[in-house]
């Protein structure tokens, strides 16, 4: 696998563009527009919220029941969630627009929405967005970067990520790009993220390799614990590659899923580390748990703590706060057991031997958790699973943002 | 009930005092004792994390195989969790050298500890204190003072609460004080409570009542989801009111029972407004839910979301933060059936109906977001069940409170 630069429009035949539709933000790209010159094989996850926006109803109806999806549709400022049938017609309208536009079907197109939850969208604005966005559309690296600026909520960069494999002498290429910083707490997050890939695949082994990925990539970070009522990740596959087309689990298909992985895992981190306020990315590894949902279950519960996401915005060893978010988990295990590490930059530390504090120099420790990423390494000595997971530090800033987030 | 001033003093024959044993703190009281003038009916909680601090696993062999308890010897400071073999020695000493002062059994006595994790305790400051706090205990309100004063950590305000109820001709008394601000999610919580009552009651019916009793109260707060490692809530009950002894769950187990809410009520209330860094109670109802279970979900799930504390904090209706709580509740329920209000101060506003935002007037929203106490109310419409949970909210002094908790 080679890691390349670029987002979406790396591989080939997809298009992008990014357009200033003052939907609720002002002097800046508010809507982008993801497009194949073929149709696509798509899989996509979605939030497991109750309360779910317009845009996961409409999509999750196109994954499922449409042959094929060509294009994607994406603004920011409104959320479409908790918007009734008005809220659900205005993805309809919207994807008949830009099926109109592209020449495709209305039912080839996705919608995605991010912002203020409970606002209707102004579909006119979205109508008028997506001519324009139509006409603008290209395969170039810059226009994807302004289909990921456009979707951009409280980020602070842009998340893409890109990868190539060799299948069968051909090269596929496989990027992405995603938004999110807030309510971040995927279960599958007001994440959204757009993974485009040249590769030709059947539609289940598309949608097999993307639920099981996101369960270690963009399921395993939180930003804040709660999960958006937006969250969308889809794959588009074009099969302009030229590969023959992936229809089992083989060694090709096994290069896929590590390229499919990187990009998610990649676009998943980055988003943990530009979590809203984040001055910091932290991780949280857990090795020799019993079983691999332990692992998973004993991870998140760190790095979800808001004590232990103060504790490493103050630089502050306080271990005990890491034993109490294990302790409080779920899992029944022996506290006496557990060892803890501290380990940033390529540099680690122990700071817990059998659950109780190690002797470690405080000056070090206060090095290591001031670096810009923090991992924390819990060793159970109980098995042999393992699972990490991401997230950020709570800072004052994130307390500014989203004590006024509407205005 | 009538409610009446005071705190752990107020029921016959309960004395207490604080004492500067400058465990961490300096200049100030950091050592409290809670002692009974005859032998107690002893009902305990305690955490439900795995890691539970030393204290705690003593005090729960205590209430389980005692005959009976007659003190409680408190610090703040240092938790005694992660402590080991030496954190659970200590408490065995500090008991037996409370027992000696007091002329009781080591095995009646109790010890209750918070603050931060993973040091050990300083036993010869300890046995100091013990012998002044002997020597100062007092049954009057001011010696009750003392000593939830001496347990505060990050609370800035004493928490305490009583009640007299009538039982057979008998004025039965119910007091209670407790500490706690932050790692405050209590499953059975940093908390640590204290309620004594002169009624006469079997152990039983006593523990069944707190048992009870805490689902409704202190389970149902929360300030930043952590649980700690030293929960403990602990009702003592030395008959001295004289009343015939309770039995059985009958009018008079009722009346108790009403007493010992309203005290666990107030002062679980208390806790959740004295929040580190909070500036507002904040309360969730939800009615008309299908079950009990359901509706506990609901409400823990809106007080206990970062997105929604904030919210509070910036006086913003942003109600779409609140059904995206509930959404991802793990309750599964129809969206569009769901009626949302605001309250303060006595004045209603309904801000959410059929899951879609009203066309509700922002600056009456704001000013009843502006109250110290501020409440949401929930309307499920699903069936008959009700509960109500209390938080605070989210703040910049939170983030400074914990980013250096330990110096």
């Not at 592209?102 to 995605?112: E, M, Y």
């Not at 289909?147 to 951009?152: E, F, L, Q, T």
């Not at 001055?279 to 332990?294: M, P, R, W």
């Amino acid at each position: 696998m080679k890691i390349i630069d670029g987002g979406v429009t790396a591989a080939a035949g997809f298009e992008a563009a990014g357009y200033e539709a003052a939907i609720k933000y002002q002097n800046r790209m508010d809507m982008a527009l993801l497009y194949s010159r073929v149709p696509c094989r798509a899989a996509g996850v979605f939030t497991g919220n109750v309360v779910k926006a317009a845009p996961v109803l409409w999509d999750k109806e196109i994954v499922a029941h449409s042959p094929y999806a060509q294009a994607v549709v994406i603004n920011a400022g409104i959320a479409n969630a908790c918007t009734g049938k008005q809220g659900y017609d205005c993805c309809r309208q919207t994807a008949q627009k830009a099926g109109e536009m592209l020449d495709i079907p209305a039912d080839s197109v996705l919608v995605a929405s991010t912002g203020v939850i409970g606002w209707q969208l102004p579909l006119d604005k979205l109508k008028a967005g997506v001519e324009k966005l139509a006409e603008k559309k290209a395969a170039t690296p810059e226009a994807g970067l302004d289909a990921v600026k456009a979707m951009m909520t409280t980020d602070t960069v842009p998340k893409q990520a890109a990868a190539q494999i060799e299948i069968g002498g051909k090269t596929v290429t496989v990027g992405g790009m995603c938004k999110g910083s807030g309510m971040i707490h995927p279960n599958m997050s007001t994440m959204l993220g757009f993974v485009t890939t040249d590769l030709a695949i059947s539609k289940e082994l598309l949608q097999e390799a993307l639920s099981e990925d996101v369960k270690e990539t963009f399921n395993m970070i939180s930003v804040d614990g709660d999960t958006s009522t937006n969250d969308t990740l889809v794959v588009l596959a074009n099969g302009l590659a030229g590969n023959a087309e992936i229809t089992e689990r083989n060694e090709d298909y096994a290069k896929f899923r590590e390229a499919l992985h990187y990009v998610n895992l990649t676009l998943a981190k980055k988003m943990a580390g530009d979590g809203e306020g984040a001055t910091a990315l932290f991780e949280t590894k857990v090795i020799h748990a019993a079983t691999k949902e332990e692992a998973r279950t004993l991870c998140k519960s760190v790095v979800c703590s808001s004590l232990t996401k103060a504790m490493i915005y103050g630089h502050d060893a306080n271990v005990g706060r890491i034993m109490c978010a294990l302790g409080y988990a779920g899992v029944d295990f022996d506290p006496e057991k557990v060892d803890l590490y501290c380990e940033a930059g390529g540099d680690r530390m122990q700071i817990c031997k059998d659950g109780m504090l190690t002797d470690y120099d405080e000056e070090k420790a206060t090095k290591l958790l001031s670096a810009p990423e923090v991992s924390v390494i819990v060793d159970m000595h109980r098995g042999d699973a393992e699972a990490a997971a991401w997230g950020c530090d709570l800072t004052h800033e994130y307390v500014n943002i989203n004590a006024d987030y509407r205005s």
